[in-house]
């Protein structure tokens, strides 16, 4: 598959990570979760082999069931045209064998680390009855973290059905390969085991104890030769540790460790034991039959006991040789009596009790059948309210029922609580949710948040991420509600100025207007109400107006004055007239430029001033020309209780004024 190919209309191949004996593999992009992911594709050489087929497809569905830390999940299983392929999670790092290379000498602690990982995967395997086949390091994934992960599930049995002579793609599996495998045995659980005691012992000394030019020589020394001592290349690895190596490793699969969590626990007590022997097996390897000579024997006491006539050396020797003959036959004969009666008796099923398997582990129902002489059959899995996963619920033949020995006897196993998904809850009413969530058997708890976006009651967010599994029974669940915009107490802004509304309400983010009005108690420039009024509780953003005193508001008095303007004759006498009549006259029209022989109409020019409130003083107010005493009407506008100001000029000189002009 080329870069950038769409594949099942879902995974956009980005790359190619490596190409297997049984598979290729593929960095892709999950188009739907977006999120990257390994996408395993059988080979084309091996996709019309139906047995593969069926083995991949079995096994490749199984390890769907495998969660656990330390194992690459399966997404995904399918067929595209033709196409057995598997959508794993892609895990960013290197494979096992790659970090022993760079980071060798690895510290025995480390080892342990990475080897009670592997082991805790494989025993989850193994409770699901599934046998991994083909462990090797090239099989373990190490993440940037430094966590061990599992790979590889559900092809290695396809690819343990392939040719020891396929040395291009099993010559790095053969390696690792146990000797009942190599034999072309059946694989178990301890063929496994075998398999982690040579990761172990590459990993304590940087290589593989055995070498080869071929798969199968290699594959021969696995079951001829004894896996050289890791203290040898290293005196300085403790005792106990290399003693988990050869007992892993032993030829006898009965003498390896029982399961992986024995393994593990062997590990973790490794490096504190101090003075420890070496380990050899209890079951000794021989391929030798003995004879035991018992018919010989007897056919000799036999013999020496018969007394024999006296005949001639040749009647002699043949009645001797069909004696000899006859006795054997007879002594054949009633040995294989009596083994058949001891076959018959020993091997004539015995009837038995099935014992109570309930709250066992698979591990431990085997070991309980194995005491009455009885098998482990079909493992069924389902969810329970009450049986803790991996708990035995019920067996088939039910607890002491009675059936005859070796009969397999089957159990369904507790794959824990029921789990539902958790859906997004977030922009939701609390109330409607809070519902539901309770009727799934949700306990939900409620936190409290302001928000000036959010409406109030509706669910912010949610400490559980929405397509996360859970037990409801077992899970808390918080949401974070709005509680809409805070709110606060509006202060009493009672002889505030304008400057320190403003400010008030840049502070609690209002919109603020303004508004002015007359008041008889409040000082001008001072707050004389407020809404809502002090007290109120307001959110950010709220209006709040407020209106600002003009101070009192003073009355008006309106009013007019009439004054008589005297008419003052400007006309000339004549020059008959006396002296002092003319001096007289000079004095009272000394602005006027007619000689005193000339005369002319006489007329008076009147300036009128007045002040009130609309009117200064220093302002004319009417001007008029008279030839007689004339009334001027003045009309004054003051506040209440004070006064108004009239000035009158005639011909420029003030001849009347008043300074306290009142209504009154």
């Known amino acids: 598959m080329k870069p950038d190919m769409i594949f099942n209309e879902r995974y956009r191949i980005i790359k190619s990570l490596g190409e297997g004996g049984m598979a290729n593999v593929y960095l892709a992009t999950d188009l739907i979760l977006d999120r990257p992911v390994a996408v395993k594709v059988l080979r084309v050489d091996l996709r019309d082999d139906q047995d593969t087929i069926r083995r991949f497809k079995r096994e490749a569905l199984a390890t769907t069931e495998l969660v656990h830390p330390n194992i690459v999940s399966v997404y995904d299983v399918g067929e595209v045209d033709g196409f057995q392929y598997m959508v794993m999670e892609y895990v960013a790092g290197y494979d096992l064998k790659t970090y022993i290379t760079k980071q060798f000498p690895i510290p025995y602690q480390v080892v342990i680390d990475i080897m009670t990982q592997i082991l805790s995967a494989v025993e989850v395997a193994h409770d699901h009855n599934i046998i991994h086949r083909d462990l090797k390091p090239q099989n373990i994934l190490i993440d940037e973290e430094g966590n061990a992960k599992i790979t590889d599930f559900g092809i290695a049995v396809a690819l343990a059905d392939h040719s020891l002579t396929q040395t291009n793609t099993l010559l790095g599996s053969v390696h690792y390969l146990s000797p009942e ?7 178990t659980k301890r063929s496994d085991i075998y398999s982690l005691g040579i990761i172990l012992y590459e990993m304590l000394t940087g290589k593989v104890p055995f070498e080869g030019e071929t798969a199968v020589s290699i594959a021969l020394k696995h079951f001829q030769s004894e896996v050289p001592s890791v203290r040898e290349f290293d005196p300085n690895i403790p005792q106990s540790l290399e003693n988990i190596v050869l007992q892993a490793t032993s030829k006898v699969p009965q003498d390896r460790f029982q399961s992986a969590e024995e393994m593990s626990i062997a590990l973790s007590k490794s490096l504190s034991q101090k003075n420890a022997e070496k380990w050899h097996p209890e079951v000794l390897v021989s391929g030798e039959t003995k004879v035991l000579p018992v018919l010989d024997k007897n056919a000799a006491e036999v013999s020496n006991t018969t007394k024999e006539p006296e005949v001639t050396a040749d009647k002699k020797k043949k009645m001797s040789r069909r004696k000899k003959w006859t006795i054997g036959v007879i002594m054949v004969a009633l040995l294989m009596l009596i083994v058949g009666g001891v076959v018959v008796a020993t091997s004539s099923p015995k009837e038995v009790k099935v014992p109570d398997l309930s709250g066992m582990t698979i591990s431990e129902a085997k070991s309980s059948l194995a005491d009455k002489n009885l098998k482990l059959g079909k493992v069924t899995r389902t969810n329970s309210e009450t049986v803790s996963s991996g708990d035995i619920i019920n067996s088939a033949p039910k607890k002491n029922e009675t059936i005859r020995e070796e009969n397999k006897v089957d159990v369904i196993v507790s794959k824990g609580k ?147 303007v005297p008419f003052k004759s400007m006309v000339m006498e004549s020059s008959s007239s006396s002296d002092k009549d003319k001096e007289d006259s000079s004095d009272e029209s000394s602005n006027s430029s007619s000689s005193s022989s000339e005369s002319k109409t006489d007329e008076n020019v009147i300036e009128v001033y007045i002040e009130d409130k609309t009117h200064n003083i220093d302002t004319l107010y009417e001007r008029k020309t008279i030839t007689k005493d004339t009334d001027f009407k003045l009309s004054f506008i003051v506040d209440s209780g004070k006064s108004g100001k009239y000035k009158i000029l005639r011909d420029d000189k003030v001849i009347a004024e008043n300074g306290n002009v009142t209504k009154n």
């Open 181 to 187: 495998q190599a034999r072309g045995s059946m694989a």
């Open 418 to 564: 029921s789990k539902i998904t958790v859906e997004n809850y977030v922009g939701s009413t609390y109330s409607d949710v809070k519902s539901t969530l309770e009727k799934d058997g949700f306990t939900v708890e409620k936190e409290t948040q302001h928000s000036d976006s959010v409406t109030e009651n509706e669910i912010m967010e949610q400490d559980i991420s929405a397509g996360d599994k859970v037990v409801p029974s077992d899970t808390v669940i918080t949401l974070t509600v709005s509680s809409g915009p805070e709110m606060f107490t509006l202060r009493d802004l009672s002889g505030y100025t304008i400057k320190s509304v403003q400010d008030y309400a840049t502070e609690i983010g209002a919109r603020l207007s303004i508004s002015e009005a007359y008041s008889n108690s409040v000082e001008k420039g001072q707050v004389v109400k407020q809404s809502p009024t002090a007290g109120s509780n307001m959110s950010k953003g709220g209006s709040l107006s407020v209106t600002i005193s003009k101070g009192k508001k003073e009355t008006t008095d309106e009013f007019t004055r009439t004054v008589t």
